[in-house]
């Protein structure tokens, strides 16, 4: 995919995002009001508007879509619009669809799982990158507005960069280190 066809795609895409978001504001609005949600769900902490929410996805979805095609383009082998970011945006967009519907039916065990489960998953596959926390911020937004799950969701993505980076070389190391180990004690006990 080359540039200009990945910049009407970005331009498309940010351009659903944003009257997706500002429908359901608009909607909100004049039924019943924009809800506002405390930090943490604590009363004692601040409270964010769900307005904010206009701003920051459009805004995320820009940047994030550039990310995502910096990435792409460092990668001259690479002709067509990889299906790994579909994948990985659609993965994330049903994570946070499923963390809100379980928090929403006041489950508090299933997202506690789902969360841990984020970091065993976060060693095997790239989480941390762009197109999961877009997937994962839109997938909250309907439910938590925009700006909490991209607090939380760029902690996760941290988190997650630093296991798959850091962690997830180390622990092979370690196995392949010890595999050597073991099969060199075997050849010399077989000789």
């Given at each position: 995919m080359n540039e200009k066809m990945f910049f009407k795609t970005r331009?498309?895409?940010?351009?659903?995002?944003?009257?997706?978001?500002?429908?359901?504001?608009l909607w909100s609005h004049f039924n019943g009001g924009v809800p506002s949600h405390h930090i943490l769900a604590r009363e004692d902490l601040p409270e964010i508007s769900n307005w904010w929410g206009g701003l920051l996805?459009?805004?995320?979805?820009?940047?994030?879509?550039?990310?995502i095609q910096k990435r792409i383009s460092k990668n001259p082998e690479v002709s067509n619009f990889p299906a790994s970011v579909l994948y990985g945006f659609l993965g994330a967009l049903t994570f946070g669809i499923l963390l809100s519907i379980f928090f929403t039916l006041g489950d508090s065990d299933m997202p506690a799982y789902m969360m841990?489960?984020?970091?065993?998953?976060?060693?095997?596959?790239?989480?941390?990158?762009s197109e999961y926390l877009l997937g994962f911020v839109i997938g909250m937004t309907f439910t938590f507005g925009a700006?909490?799950?991209?607090?939380?969701?760029?902690?996760?993505?941290?988190?997650?960069?630093?296991?798959?980076?850091?962690?997830?070389?180390?622990?092979?190391?370690?196995?392949?280190?010890?595999?050597?180990?073991?099969s060199s004690n075997n050849r010399k006990k077989d000789q």
């Open positions: 331009l498309y895409f940010t351009g659903i995002i944003t009257i997706a978001i500002w429908s359901l504001l996805v459009p805004l995320l979805s820009w940047f994030l879509l550039y990310r841990q489960g984020v970091f065993i998953l976060a060693l095997f596959l790239p989480i941390y990158r700006v909490l799950p991209t607090g939380i969701g760029s902690i996760l993505i941290l988190i997650s960069a630093v296991l798959y980076l850091l962690v997830r070389p180390a622990i092979i190391f370690v196995v392949r280190r010890f595999i050597k180990l073991v």
